[in-house]
């Protein structure tokens, strides 16, 4: 599974791609941030946010989106424009039917470190030795969007999985001539392709 995380913000908005399944290695596709200028209007930092993540959608072609959830703080003018970014990430991915989850800050951290009260240095440790990098990302919101991205390959496809169950067994009965699917099978998938990683 391929999952764009997004760490939403106006002057810099994290993005990170991540390629995996629970149980096995995971493999970093590309990271980095879309930044804004602080003297734009909104409205002009909004428009540029969305053609950031539109130009990251474009050229990763993620299956899944993963965007953190925001939360009031003391700061008001901080948490608007947080707000507002995560609202353009949720519009980008919505509008091309891509499923889109809300992790919350410390679900991230206790997916990631153990601990929902881990600080950034320690998420950004644990992100650099689950993705094997040579480096730590940076800036701190290019680590968090990859965190995010674990986050949702970890806990969100269960999630997922465990929704769709509940949907089937509340589902009417299958027509008539239509195949059933029994437990231990599986409808048949073709494997999805991706572009290759970046260098």
Same mark, same amino acid.
């Given at each position: /599974?391929? &999952?764009?995380?997004?760490?939403p913000?106006? +002057?810099?908005?994290?993005? $990170?791609?991540? !390629? $995996?399944?629970?149980?096995?290695?995971?493999?970093?596709?590309?990271?980095g941030? &879309?930044?804004? @200028?602080?003297?734009?209007?909104? %409205?002009?930092?909004?428009?540029?946010?969305? =053609?950031?993540?539109? #130009?990251?959608?474009?050229?990763?072609?993620?299956? *899944?989106?993963?965007?953190?959830?925001?939360?009031? =703080?003391?700061?008001?003018?901080?948490? /608007?424009? +947080?707000? #507002? *970014?995560?609202?353009?990430?949720?519009?980008? @991915?919505?509008?091309?039917?891509?499923? &889109?989850?809300?992790?919350?800050?410390?679900?991230?951290?206790? *997916?990631?470190?153990?601990? $929902?009260?881990? !600080?950034?240095?320690?998420?950004?440790? /644990? &992100?650099?030795?689950?993705l094997?990098?040579?480096?730590?990302?940076?800036?701190?919101?290019?680590?968090? *969007?990859?965190?995010?991205?674990?986050?949702?390959?970890?806990? %969100?496809t269960?999630? $997922?999985?465990?929704? @769709?169950?509940?949907? @089937?067994?509340?589902?009417?009965?299958?027509?008539?001539?239509?195949?059933?699917?029994?437990?231990? #099978?599986?409808?048949?998938? =073709?494997?999805?392709?991706?572009?290759?990683?970046?260098?």
């Open positions: /599974m391929r &999952v764009l995380g997004v760490d913000g106006l +002057t810099r908005c994290g993005v $990170g791609v991540v !390629d $995996g399944t629970p149980g096995r290695p995971l493999h970093m596709v590309a990271v941030v &879309v930044r804004t @200028a602080a003297d734009l209007d909104i %409205g002009e930092r909004l428009l540029l946010v969305e =053609q950031g993540l539109e #130009q990251w959608l474009d050229e990763q072609r993620p299956e *899944a989106v993963a965007v953190e959830r925001v939360f009031s =703080q003391h700061n008001v003018r901080t948490v /608007m424009g +947080t707000a #507002q *970014a995560s609202a353009v990430a949720l519009l980008c @991915a919505t509008r091309r039917g891509l499923p &889109v989850a809300l992790h919350t800050p410390s679900e991230v951290k206790a *997916a990631v470190t153990g601990t $929902g009260r881990a !600080d950034k240095a320690q998420v950004t440790s /644990m &992100v650099t030795r689950l094997r990098l040579s480096a730590p990302p940076k800036p701190a919101d290019a680590a968090d *969007a990859l965190a995010l991205a674990i986050c949702h390959i970890w806990r %969100g269960a999630t $997922g999985r465990l929704a @769709a169950a509940v949907a @089937a067994a509340r589902s009417p009965a299958t027509p008539a001539g239509t195949p059933s699917y029994g437990a231990g #099978q599986q409808r048949g998938r =073709q494997p999805r392709t991706h572009p290759g990683a970046p260098s």
